[in-house]
């Protein structure tokens, strides 16, 4: 649950516009990992460690500490 919130809270620090903020995790993302899929599609996978490194991840951003091109 601590991860879904992380991920709740973290979009909403980097996004400002509704749109952005209710429709990432449905948006295509080219940038490292996704490979061109949506963050949804990879934590709906039911794994853990999915959803936990996509939290870790949005919660970098959302501190600036990482940019969007730079996903591990």
Same mark, same amino acid.
């Given at each position: 649950?601590?991860?879904? !919130? @992380? #991920?709740? =809270?973290?979009l909403r620090t980097?996004?400002? %516009? ?21 963050? !949804? @599609? #990879?934590? =709906? ?6 959803? %936990? ?20």
């Open positions: 649950m601590s991860y879904v !919130l @992380s #991920i709740h =809270s973290a980097i996004f400002s %516009e509704r749109k952005n903020f209710y429709g990432f995790m449905k948006m295509v993302n080219i940038n490292g990992s996704y490979f061109g899929n949506t963050p !949804l @599609s #990879i934590i =709906s996978t039911g794994s853990l460690d999915d959803l %936990e490194q996509l939290a870790n991840h949005m919660v970098l951003l959302s501190k600036g500490t990482i940019t969007s091109h730079h996903i591990n």
